[in-house]
């Protein structure tokens, strides 16, 4: 089944600087990439996501990317601010019944 | 928004008991699924719905069963509850699935067991 690998666990940056964060997937069918942020006490949300026939996709601040040849997909936060602080996933589709399969999740922390 | 809500928030309950959380959705998603959330392992999918009645197994699946008799709930239950079982459980709902079907997560129901 598919297997996905996030990294890093743990992020810091301070206000302004950008914040990238790579998954890696194992399976080669899979063609929905979505990324959640998850604030604490709450259930994720979607921030956004990709398909398998675009590259690169962008919405304000934020910004995936994907390399379906290397099976790799990141998430780029640009101009990160405080409220940017949260767990971040990402995920993808995994078999015919295309349900997701999570990350283990990054920890995003925004020092003012 | 979609409404979703999860019942109960928290609770704390005896190894070997059973407990049943529940999942109520507003929307009229046709699918409904159940995860769990830990540390270092991230979403982990247990049990999923893709309409009344049919259910399926998830990557962890093992100690919980799960029923469907309504659009609106997904029940998720422990038959016999063990310290392993300890966990955030997060209800989420979607109208599709895969490419198009954003999940909508519940507010998590926080599970221990003693």
């Known amino acids: 089944g598919e297997n996905v690998e996030q990294h890093p666990s743990t992020l810091s940056v301070q206000e302004g600087d950008s914040a990238v964060i790579k998954c890696t997937y194992s399976?080669?069918?899979?063609?929905?990439f979505p990324w959640y942020k998850q604030e604490l006490g709450k259930g994720p949300q979607l921030i956004i996501d990709?398909?398998?026939?675009?590259g690169e996709k962008k919405d304000q601040r934020i910004a995936v990317t994907l390399n379906k040849t290397a099976k790799h997909f990141s998430l780029h936060i640009t101009e990160t601010q405080p409220e940017d602080s949260a767990v971040y996933f990402c995920?993808?589709?995994?078999?015919?019944?295309?349900?997701?399969?999570f990350g283990k999740g990054t920890k995003l922390s925004v020092k003012p | 928004d979609a409404g979703i809500t999860q019942s109960p928030r928290h609770k704390v309950t005896e190894t070997g008991t059973p407990v049943t959380l529940r999942c109520h959705q507003t929307?009229?998603?046709?699918?409904m699924y159940w995860y769990r959330q830990d540390p270092g392992h991230g979403l982990r999918l247990i049990h999923y719905s893709y309409g009344v009645k049919d259910t399926d197994k998830g990557e962890v699946s093992d100690g919980y069963s799960v029923s469907r008799s309504k659009t609106e709930d997904f029940l998720l239950t422990l038959e016999s509850a063990t310290s392993s079982q300890t966990s955030v459980y997060f209800c989420?709902?979607?109208?599709?699935?895969?490419?198009?079907?954003?999940?909508?997560f519940g507010e998590g129901s926080r599970l221990t067991v003693l």
């Open positions: 929307e009229n998603h046709r699918y």
């Open positions: 990709i398909r398998s026939n675009v």
């Open positions: 399976d080669s069918a899979s063609n929905y």
């Open positions: 995920a993808a589709t995994s078999g015919s019944q295309g349900n997701l399969i």
């Open positions: 989420a709902s979607s109208s599709g699935q895969g490419v198009g079907g954003e999940l909508f």
